[in-house]
Structures are given as C-alpha cells and as structure tokens.
T-cell receptor, first 113, second 113 residues
Framework: DSGVTQTPKHLITATGQRVTLRCSPR?????VYWYQQSLDQGLQFLIQ???????AKGNILERFSAQQFPDLHSELNLSSLELGDSALYFC????????????FGPGTRLLVL | QQQVKQSPQSLIVQKGGISIINCAYE??????FPWYQQFPGKGPALLIA?????SEKKEGRFTISFNKSAKQFSLHIMDSQPGDSATYFC????????????FGGGTRLMVKP
C-alpha cells in the first residue's frame, strides 16, 4: 500500500458527461501528480501540483482540469467525455515535488460508453 | 513524440534467468531515470533509479546500466523469479521540469517456473 488513496475505483459514464476523480496524497507529501494510462498512449503525465500551485503541465486536454486544495487532496475534473477518454487515471504524490520517488495510488478506471 | 523508447514490449524468461529491458531517450536534458514495476490492478511502484553521474546502480537482484553517450539505459533482473512477472516501465525527467516523468511504453515480463 503506497499510502495514496483514490476514489472512486471504477467509474462508468456516458459520452458528454462530466466526472470528478479524487486523490489523497501520502501524509506529509506536498506534491500531487495525475497520469493517464491507456493501451494506445501508455502512461502519460497530465499535471503536477505542489502545495496548491500548478507546477508542471503535460499533455492534458482543455476539457480536463485539476486542482489541489488547502488540505492537499486533489481532484481531476474531466468534462465533455469522449469514448477515447476511457483509461486508468493514476494519482501519485511525493514529498517536495522535485526529482524524487513518486508514490502511485491504485488508480481510477474510467469507462465512457 | 515518444521521448523514451522501451524494448521489448514483452519478454518471457525462465526462472533463474536474466531479464533485460532496454530504454533509449532523446532529450539530453533528462537527468533522472527511474524504473517502475506495475502488477495487474495496481499502480506503478518505484523499483530503482539512477542519475547520469554513475554508469551502474545495483539493488539486490536489480541493476540499472546507464550509457550517457548513447542515451540508453537498461534494467537487468538477475535470477528472475515468477514473482517478478509484471509490467516494467522506464522513465525520465529533467531537473527544471519539476518531477514530470516521461514513461517508456512498458515491457510485460513473464517468468516461467
């Protein structure tokens, strides 16, 4: 168990809908990362937050947004969902947000029908 | 653009054998190279990591070899065990980009008893 929790574990929704994925980092970790894992794109970095501020941005679609709250938990919002958004979404956390071990959560499996 | 290329995509090794997974990168600014191990239904977990100031790092049965001039690095698993059966990802990050990881495509390793 990495200490990172993600909810929900599974999510089934329809195209055009909006969903929110939630992540709680390990105790003491200030940085949160979001990754998307799909069969065709592999494991891709989406966005990183450090202590509430956006630190780095990857290939995140404009339909997707994220934020990190004062209690350090993070939410990833996916809107206007398309079939191709079906994937595993991982949250990871680390202590300082610099080059160090990232601890991954168990993921949220999103299925868009 | 795939900045980290990983091979092979899949690998079958007999118990006790050596598993070798290779990665090549393009971005010369990368200066941190971790390997992650992922079991089915779980998030990736850090296995071992190396920085370019050393050519080799060993932790137990796992060794990373790093060739800076060739922009290549590899993971060697000695005395491979059935419990090592998992998907392995190489990754890379650059110091001035936070802790954003660029992952290779993954290698599915099966160790036969």
């Amino acid at each position: 168990d990495s200490g990172v929790t993600q909810t929900p574990k599974h999510l089934i929704t329809a195209t055009g809908q909006r969903v929110t994925l939630r992540c709680s980092p390990r105790s003491g970790d200030l940085s949160v990362y979001w990754y998307q894992q799909s069969l065709d794109q592999g494991l891709q970095f989406l966005i990183q937050y450090y202590n509430g501020e956006e630190r780095a941005k990857g290939n995140i679609l404009e339909r997707f947004s994220a934020q990190q709250f004062p209690d350090l938990h993070s939410e990833l919002n996916l809107s206007s969902l398309e079939l191709g958004d079906s994937a595993l979404y991982f949250c990871a956390s680390s202590r300082s947000g610099l080059q160090e071990t990232q601890y991954f959560g168990p993921g949220t499996r999103l299925l868009v029908l | 653009q795939q900045q980290v290329k990983q091979s092979p995509q899949s690998l079958i090794v007999q118990k006790g054998g050596i598993s070798i997974i290779n990665c090549a990168y393009e971005n010369t600014a990368f200066d941190y190279f971790p390997w992650y191990q992922q079991f089915p239904g779980k998030g990736p977990a850090l296995l071992i990591a190396i920085r370019p100031d050393v050519s080799e790092k060993k932790e137990g049965r796992f060794t990373i070899s790093f060739n800076k001039s060739a922009k290549q690095f590899s993971l060697h698993i000695m005395d491979s065990q059935p419990g090592d059966s998992a998907t392995y990802f190489c990754a890379a990050s650059e110091n001035n980009a936070g802790n954003m990881l660029t992952f290779g495509g993954g290698t599915r390793l099966m160790v036969k008893p």
